[in-house]
């Protein structure tokens, strides 16, 4: 396995767009500035500056993510802008769970259970088949998002701002949490990456990404019926003001034309989601990576060249509680995953470690992400500057 791999597999789906976009960044010789929940800057100086949110570039809007994350909203303006979507409704966990059944009973089973807001693509429950499943999942569902299994900082766009409320002594959700039914589509399962008004990346997948069933799949980029690709792009076309998007579309047959046949959209997002071209090929999800930064750097007035291979970066690490023990773990946190370091600079009373790393900028993307999310040493460090020293395209 190539350090590369190590640094992709050992990193949460939910922080791999993030993790990417700071080894694009690293690669492309730039500085960055990187604080908690993956936000990144890339001073500018005296020009435009780049940011990312979980891997997310700048050119997407808070407003356009907001409606993405509205499942509702998003359905509806997926709906005026002509794009298929499955028979859904929406409902109450307090009131609702009986008027939920009836309406699966009405679409038919199996269908979905899923948040009506929030993140997209995850915590979703396919291939229910009768009340039982539905119990089932408002059962997970209830818990507070904080409690859930494999529960992560990674939100961005919408917050739930109600205080939780309490149930036999449990805590759970507020009664006002929405959640939806929707009929099940069957066929072939595709993750379709847009992003600048192209489709990127078409991905067949073998189970669901939204259900964490997706053990694999096949990149069908070049095979796809331009019937697939033309709904993608109306899709995207349907949220405008994103960067990127991910688009999960069930159609029969990825290299036929529709005709007739039952497809839909089922998921929309305004992450990349690159974790699924992971699984498939890690070099693609590095690819598509590079490919958003270096368009985002372009269009922003940059001058960027080709990627280094290995990096040597100088690092800041700031808001260390106890610096003389995070200087020796940060040390022996890079020499277990393969790099180079070298602590140069200990200030006890401001809490900072400043240094220097070498190698694969993955692996250096990945340890920055583990010091920011306080999992070396339980370390609470609140900001990484990284600033390459050699090879740096940083021209304007």
């Not at 370091?341 to 240094?355: A, C, P, Y």
Request: net charge negative.
């Amino acid at each position: 396995m190539s350090a590369d791999t190590h640094a992709l597999s050992s990193v949460p789906a939910a922080e791999l767009d993030g993790v990417l976009a700071l080894r694009a960044v690293l690669r492309a010789g730039l500085d960055a500035e990187v604080y908690p929940r993956q936000v990144c800057y890339v001073p500018a100086g005296d020009g435009a500056e780049l940011s990312f949110v979980h891997g997310l570039p700048g050119t997407s809007g808070l407003g356009p993510v907001t409606f993405a994350q509205d499942k509702r909203m998003r359905r509806g303006l997926l709906e005026r802008n002509g794009v298929p979507v499955p028979s859904s409704a929406t409902f109450t966990i307090g009131k609702g769970v009986k008027a939920a059944k009836r309406t699966a009973s009405i679409l038919g089973y199996p269908v979905v259970v899923k948040p009506a807001v929030g993140d997209n693509g995850i915590e979703t429950f396919r291939d229910i088949h009768d009340d039982a499943g539905i119990d089932a999942a408002l059962e997970y569902l209830r818990n507070p998002t904080s409690e859930r299994e494999g529960f992560n900082r990674s939100a961005y766009g919408l917050t739930e701002l109600r205080e939780p409320g309490e149930e036999n002594g449990r805590i759970v959700v507020p009664p006002g949490y929405m959640f939806m039914v929707e009929k099940q589509l069957e066929g072939e399962y595709l993750r379709i990456l847009v992003s600048d008004g192209e489709v990127r990346s078409i991905v067949r997948c073998h189970g669901a990404p939204s259900d964490g069933s997706m053990t694999g799949g096949e990149d069908v980029t070049e095979d796809a019926h331009e019937d697939v690709r033309g709904l993608a792009l109306r899709a995207s076309a349907g949220l405008p003001g994103l960067g990127l998007c991910s688009i999960d579309m069930v159609v029969p047959d990825v290299t036929a034309p529709f005709e007739e046949s039952t497809v839909g959209v089922v998921e929309f997002s305004e992450r990349a989601g690159l974790s699924v071209q992971a699984k498939v090929d890690p070099a693609l999800a590095e690819r598509l990576s590079e490919e958003v930064v270096h368009r985002y750097a372009s269009a922003s007035g940059w001058t960027v060249a080709e990627p280094i291979g290995e990096v040597d970066v100088a690092f800041e690490a700031h808001s260390l509680p106890d610096p003389d023990r995070g200087g020796e773990a940060i040390a022996a946190a890079a020499t277990a995953i393969g790099l180079a370091s070298e602590i140069t600079r200990i200030d006890t009373l401001g809490g900072l470690v400043e240094g220097r790393f070498s190698g694969e900028a993955g692996l250096i993307a990945r340890l920055t992400n583990e010091l920011l999310d306080g999992d070396v040493e339980q370390q609470s460090v609140m900001l990484v500057v990284l600033r390459p020293l050699t090879g740096a395209h940083s021209g304007m």
